[in-house]
Structure formats: C-alpha cells, structure tokens
C-alpha cells in the first residue's frame, strides 16, 4: 500500500493552506530544478497535523532522504505513525515546538535542511466537537492540544480570578470587552462546555449592529486556548530551536493566522536578517557579514483561487528565513 493510499484511508478530508508554496519555498524547488542545489537530506514537519504539508513534502523529495513529523496531538501522532508504516523515510514522534531540539538529539540528527511551523489550531480539531475548541457546536470545554497533560479550558477557567480571565482574554483575544466578558463567566461558573462558554460572552456583549463578519466568541475562544496550550510561547522557543537547527542554507518556514503569532514571527525573522542598528559615523563595517538569515519570502497570502475553495486560508501568511551562517 502506498503512503497516498494510506493518507485517503485514514485522514479525514483536509486542505493543507498555502500549500504549493510552503513546500517549494521550504525546500528550494526551484533552485533544485535547476541544479543548484542539492535536495534536502533532512526536513522537519513540526506541526504534522493530519499530513497534508508532509504528503507533498515526500513526493519532492528523494528516496534518501528522511522527514520527521513532530506533533503535540495524540490523534495526529497516531495518523502520522499509520502514514510511517507505509513509507520509511518517515519518522513521527510526539513533541511540543519547544522539545524539537530534543527530539533532533535523540535521533541523533546535528543539523537539517528544513523545518516547516503551521501555527494554531488544525481543522480536524476544530471540526470534533469533543476537542471543545468550536464555538459551533457544544462539547466539553477542553481546548488542550493534547488532551492527555495539563489543565483544560473548563478547569482553568472555573477556578481562576475575574481579573486574570479578563487579562488573558484581552491579551490574547486582542477582545475590547474582555473585563465585561470575565464578569459574565465568574457569574455562570461552572461552565463545563464550550456553549456555556459562548452563553456567557453572548450575555456580556453589547447588541450588535447589523451582520457581524465573526462570531462574537472568536476572540474569547482563541485567548483561552492560546493561553492553555501556551501557544505564543511555544512559538518563540520553536522559532529559535527550529532556526538553530538548520544547516547553511536550510530553511524555515512559518504559516500564521493571526496578528500577535504573525508579529512574533516578523520580528524574529527581522533580527536575524538584519545587523544591528547603530550610531551614525561609527567606524563600523561588515556588520551584514555577522547576519545569521536571509529572508526568502513573506508575507505571502493566500490566492483568491484558494481562499475561495478553502475559507481557513484567509487569514494565512507564510514567512521563510533561510540560514547563510552560523556563529
């Protein structure tokens, strides 16, 4: 059975954003058609999902070389490991953006040619209900991208105080009425599914005007499960691991759906693409030959073409750095 056969009978149906040019910016198609380059030996998955980036991934990629699919969520682990039996040069391992590192050293692999991040929640887990990450139907208020370690969304939110519910809410939920929103869930508590928790910032909000374009729990539900999964964190230490990882002239690439994952990215790329800003006249040269990045590509958005088809592309963005130098 081949690894396409195995991808149509146990992932359900899920489109991969961006993806055409995710994987030729990761890996250098166009540079590896043309034969400047060798293809790599070594790609990281670190967000595997349900394989969509990783299947394309594979088809261009030689029969030599080794992809490592890393992912918090048990569920995608499991599909990862059915899509491994089928094709040897995948390795898929359980793993946090901040383990990647480890994960590298216990395989015993220094350095590798890419490493590919697909921030956020995946569209499998918004689709089960009993993940409790929709806001569309009820299900247990979990959120936790690996159900199996840590508090869940429902546990945290039943025993924390009004003000840091508030905090988190708008510091994550970028969400103007986030102290009206918390008040409203410290008054329902306990809440123990994720339509309690849309009844409760429904009653805190003001009556809307006109059609709204997003659900009025959008943004308190991506602040409690970017705080739960501590998503921003994760992010900066997979940013850094996953850079520190590449060799001379491997890549990373980034997709990103909101602003806050989105400056994080922008601003690490910059600082190590850029030299260093200094005082005017200063006997300073060559500070561009002490740069670690090149900056390939981004933002790069998806096509109308794609956005049509798929919805969940509109917010995307890709950014790719590659490694010129080492320290």
């Avoid at 969509?52 to 029969?63: N, V």
Wanted: aromatic share 4%; charged share 25%.
């Amino acid at each position: 059975m081949t690894i396409s056969e195995v991808v149509a009978g146990v992932t359900p149906a899920h489109q991969p954003v961006l993806l055409q040019e995710t994987v030729a910016h990761l890996l250098g198609l166009d540079d590896i058609r043309s034969g400047q380059v060798q293809p790599p030996s070594i790609v990281v998955d670190a967000t595997f999902g349900r394989g969509g980036h990783s299947l394309c991934i594979l088809d261009s990629l030689p029969e030599t070389s080794r992809l490592i699919g890393l992912d918090r969520d048990p569920e995608a682990v499991a599909q990862g490991l059915a899509l491994a039996a089928a094709d040897a040069r995948l390795v898929v391992r359980q793993a946090r953006f901040s383990e990647l590192s480890s994960i590298l050293q216990q395989l015993d692999i220094a350095e590798v040619q890419g490493v590919l991040m697909d921030i956020g929640v995946s569209s499998p887990q918004l689709d089960d209900a009993q993940r409790g990450f929709s806001f569309n139907a009820d299900g247990p208020l979990d959120m936790r991208m690996n159900p199996e370690a840590g508090d869940s969304a429902a546990d945290w939110l039943n025993r924390e105080d009004e003000s840091k519910i508030a905090q988190i809410i708008w510091m994550y939920g970028e969400e103007r009425h986030a102290r009206r929103i918390a008040k409203s869930i410290v008054a329902l508590r306990p809440l123990y599914t994720t339509l309690e928790l849309v009844q409760a910032v429904s009653q805190a909000l003001p009556k809307a005007r006109g059609p709204q374009r997003k659900h009025p729990a959008t943004k308190t539900f991506q602040a409690i499960r970017m705080f739960i999964n501590e998503e921003l964190d994760e992010l900066e230490q997979g940013l850094q691991q996953g850079f520190d990882a590449l060799a001379i002239g491997g890549r990373l690439a980034v997709i990103t759906f909101h602003s806050l994952e989105d400056r994080k990215v922008k601003h690490a790329f910059r600082q190590l693409s850029q030299p260093p800003k200094m005082p005017r006249r200063l006997p300073m040269r060559h500070l561009e030959d002490q740069v670690p990045g090149r900056l390939v590509c981004g933002p790069i958005k998806a096509s109308l073409e794609e956005q049509t088809g798929n919805p969940r592309s509109r917010s995307a963005t890709l950014r790719v750095i590659e490694r010129v130098r080492r320290p």
